[in-house]
């Protein structure tokens, strides 16, 4: 069953009902402001930083779900009525419901009783507003007699303290009304520089600002005491809980439209130029009074409407394919690339199920965020890297998270998660690949962001090596610490007490538990490490590195297989986990996939055994679950993975941000059907038609769906902040398509399913368009190349001579 359908044209997903199984959701912004908003206008905004820089208050775990937003209430003055046109929060009867979620907007429209109302809501790019669009036009034979109510609960800019600290909060309120507009200036009178602003480009007929004024006693959102009365009470907040509410009254004649604007923004001024005047404790309102000036009239606002289309125009048409696979295409050509811009943005931070106060963003996620991000605004990724970085620590260990907004290795969670410097040598090396850009190895970076610790980003990515090899165990695998990828797999946690910890509790010392996944990334991460090192001209360090993964992999063959497939890890007692001496648990996903992808067992056939261990034990109709059999008890020596109801999450889940590893494993073996087979089970467009079962939006990728074990196999939850969109970006774009960046150009490499004829890609790569053609004449995956009409060696296409636009690719598989 559906609950809307993809435009493909317009790239959007239309919603037609408002009642979808979850809240489908979506981003405003992309680059400081933002805000989620859902298919009701549910949702909230922030500045920067989910936690630190909260603009507008939600209150998570509601019912139901979706509460709390941009809504406006529309009242018809003469019988009295009044609805929503966003269905939320008054669910009156609608005709003509629509959500349209596109690219950094979002139009939600309906009717009801002869009146249309459509309301846009976006971020202009460069600024720190969003603007809501309102359309009203009466469709009715009479004139209307309306009145519009807007509200925006402000949240105290602390979201966690915002939620749990009243005894004080309730006293610190503090607004400004000026013209109509509302200034909400909490906290300015003291340490903040910033404040919020909530305008309308009509005349008011009245404002509220103290929440529960414009309410009433023992009323909620769907049923305000100054929406039922037709009449705002211009109440001045003065603690408590401050709002933004504008009244407008409308008369439409038959067949009339009018648009209002209302404008929500966010507002820094400098230190010394808090107030105005100077002496006094008045808002300085002159910067804010500018960017209202502007965007308070209609035909601005819709040019920075047609500014951000052009923008994302620009940013998809950077890779763009034509494949017999209409949700290969949609994914890649719009939603894939456009979930991998909020991964970046919010790394695991804000969204319906991250609540914006638990993590900051996180060093692993982040990298890996940068394999599906880097190539749309390498100047960001380069911004990333350099932040990343620079909270490391002196021994190429890693703050697990960093706070956004400061910048600083965030100590709650600590570090000692052992695989996170690797993904720092994958991040980079992405980052060189798609760029060329070689000087970001020479700047100077700090680590812990001490002053006075600078070196080389390159000697960065050294200590990260030299962290794992410092870090053997007794098997020679490199010891897991905390955790490696799997947060859930805590081998020295051993955890006995309610509500500890799983990722920060230690009660062994560490020196047994082993990781055969971390052996496998280090063997990525080396051997991108040796290429960098060889184009440095450092060709004995290049070796240095090359040997060293021989020898992890050669460590990996002897303690790491387990006779059909790779053993996952060793515990503090030194017993394998993830074998078939294991009674549960006895074959895990992430090392068949890490190191298959990585290129372990290639030449020998252990790879491919590995992969058919896959497919026998772990492939499900909706995707890889993470580990058979599942965990049915809580294992003390295995921490949270065992903590989980079977099925879900780590505990044998499909936990999709692994299914691309095996995906990548399969294009290895040359196996483009079975890639491609995986790709298609967890797509979301591909899993449109089962909306009832999946029951997340169908445009985005999900943490989880729910493993064979579940009750509800097939559900999925958590979606849109995981590392899945960056991995199956990568993975069907650079190995099953095959357009794959290197660090001496672009590849071309497909291994695509048997019965495709071929495609088309245009792709931008360090300034030059590539127009590829790919024809298949065989049914193998071996290429020949023309370039602009020659044919040429091998499958790299060579840079071209400076000054080229476009290049022409041709190539035949065989
Ligand atoms: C979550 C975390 C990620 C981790 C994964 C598996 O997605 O953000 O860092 O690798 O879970 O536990
Ligand atoms: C929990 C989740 C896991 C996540 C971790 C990070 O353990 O199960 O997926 O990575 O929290 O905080």
Redesign the pocket.
């Known amino acids: 069953m559906k609950y809307g359908y993809f435009d493909d044209q317009n790239r959007e997903y239309v919603i037609t009902q408002p009642d979808t199984p979850l809240p489908w959701i979506n981003y405003l912004g992309c680059q400081a402001y933002f805000g989620i908003i859902s298919n009701t206008a549910g949702g909230y905004s922030f500045y920067r930083d989910a936690r630190l820089r909260r603009i507008t208050r939600y209150r998570y775990n509601n019912a139901p779900f979706d509460f709390g937003g941009r809504y406006i209430y529309l009242r018809d003055e003469v019988s009295g009525g009044f609805w929503s046109p966003s269905w939320q929060p008054t669910r009156r009867k609608l005709e003509h419901y629509s959500c349209r979620h596109g690219m950094g907007y979002t139009t939600i429209a309906s009717h009801h009783d002869g009146i249309e109302a459509s309301t846009r809501y976006f971020v202009p790019l460069d600024e720190n507003l969003e603007i809501w669009q309102l359309t009203v036009t009466n469709h009715r034979p009479q004139a209307a007699d309306l009145s519009a109510f807007s509200i925006a609960e402000f949240c105290l800019w602390d979201a966690q303290d915002d939620s749990t600290n009243f005894q004080r909060n309730f006293n610190i309120g503090e607004v400004e009304i000026e013209n109509g507009v509302i200034y909400h200036k909490t906290e300015y009178r003291e340490r903040r520089d910033h404040f919020a602003f909530f305008a309308c480009s009509e005349k008011i007929a009245g404002f509220d600002t103290q929440r529960d004024v414009f309410l009433g006693p023992y009323r909620g959102w769907d049923n305000p005491a100054a929406v039922e009365r037709g009449q705002s009470s211009n109440s001045v907040a003065h603690g408590w809980a401050p709002i933004g509410s504008h009244h407008v009254k409308l008369s439409l004649k038959p067949g009339e439209s009018r648009q209002i604007i209302f404008l929500l923004g966010y507002q820094e001024n400098p230190r010394d130029q808090k107030f105005d005047p100077p002496d006094s404790q008045i808002l300085n309102k002159k910067a804010a009074k500018c960017v209202l000036a502007k965007y308070l009239v209609a035909a601005n606002a819709d040019a920075a409407f047609e500014k951000l289309r052009a923008y994302w125009d620009e940013l998809l048409g950077l890779c763009q394919v034509e494949t017999p696979d209409v949700h290969t295409n949609r994914m890649v050509n719009v939603w894939n690339a456009y979930q991998c811009m909020a991964t970046f943005n919010m790394s695991r931070s804000a969204s319906f199920y991250e609540s914006g106060i ?2 900051g963003l996180g060093f692993r996620d982040s990298n890996q965020d940068l394999l599906g991000f880097v190539h749309m605004v390498p100047g960001r990724a380069r911004e990333r890297i350099l932040d990343l970085s620079a909270t490391q620590l002196p021994s190429g260990g890693a703050y697990h998270q960093y706070q956004p907004l400061t910048k600083r290795g965030n100590n709650d969670v600590g570090s000692g998660f052992n695989d996170d410097p690797h993904w720092l040598i994958v991040g980079v090396a992405a980052y060189l690949k798609e760029t060329g850009d070689w000087s970001i190895l020479d700047e100077p970076v700090p680590y812990d962001n001490a002053p006075g610790s600078e070196t080389p980003l390159y000697e960065h990515l050294q200590r990260s090596f030299r962290y794992t090899l410092d870090r053997l165990g007794p098997h020679g695998l490199p010891l897991i610490g905390r955790a490696d990828w799997n ?2 797999l805590n081998l020295n946690c051993f955890s006995d007490t309610p509500g500890q910890s ?2 920060t509790t230690t009660n062994k010392d560490g020196k047994v538990a082993e990781s055969v996944f971390i052996a496998g990334l280090f063997v990525l991460a080396g051997r991108e490490l040796a290429e960098i090192a060889r184009h440095r001209g450092l060709t004995a360090e290049a070796s240095g590195y090359l040997a060293e993964v021989a020898k992890m992999e050669a460590t990996v063959r002897q303690h790491g297989w387990d006779g059909e497939w790779f053993v996952r890890a060793y515990d503090d007692f030194g017993r394998k986990v993830g074998s078939k001496e294991n009674a549960e648990g006895k074959i895990f996903i992430e090392t068949q996939g890490f190191c298959t992808l990585a290129g372990i067992g290639l030449e020998d056939g252990l790879a491919v055994r590995a992969l058919e261990s896959t497919r026998k034990m772990l492939a499900t109709k909706h995707g890889i679950v993470l580990q058979q059999p599942a965990y049915s008890r809580y294992y003390l020596e295995l921490g ?1 993975i065992s903590s ?1 109801p079977p099925g879900y ?2 505990n044998a889940g499909i936990f999709c941000h692994n299914n691309p590893w095996v995906i990548i494993g399969e294009t290895r073996v040359g196996n483009g059907d079975g890639a491609h087979d995986y790709y298609s089970r967890i797509n979301p467009s591909a899993r449109e038609d089962i909306s009832e079962v999946h029951r997340c939006e169908p445009y985005v990728y999900a ?1 989880m769906i729910a493993g064979r074990d579940a009750p509800t196999h097939g559900e999925a939850k958590n979606s849109w902040l995981t590392g899945t969109a960056a991995w199956n970006y990568y993975a069907i774009t650079q190995w099953i398509l095959g357009i794959r960046t290197g660090y001496d150009g672009l590849l071309i490499a497909p291994v695509i399913p048997a019965a495709w004829r071929g495609f088309k890609a245009t792709r931008k790569f360090r300034g030059v368009t590539y127009r590829i053609e790919v024809e298949r004449a065989g049914r193998g995956n071996q290429v020949s190349l023309e370039v602009d009409g020659a044919p040429i060696q091998g499958n790299l296409v060579p840079l071209p001579p400076p000054g080229t636009k476009t290049v022409a690719v041709k190539a035949t598989l065989r």
């Open positions: 638990g993590r947060d859930c799983f990722q949270e989980y999450k780590e943490q």
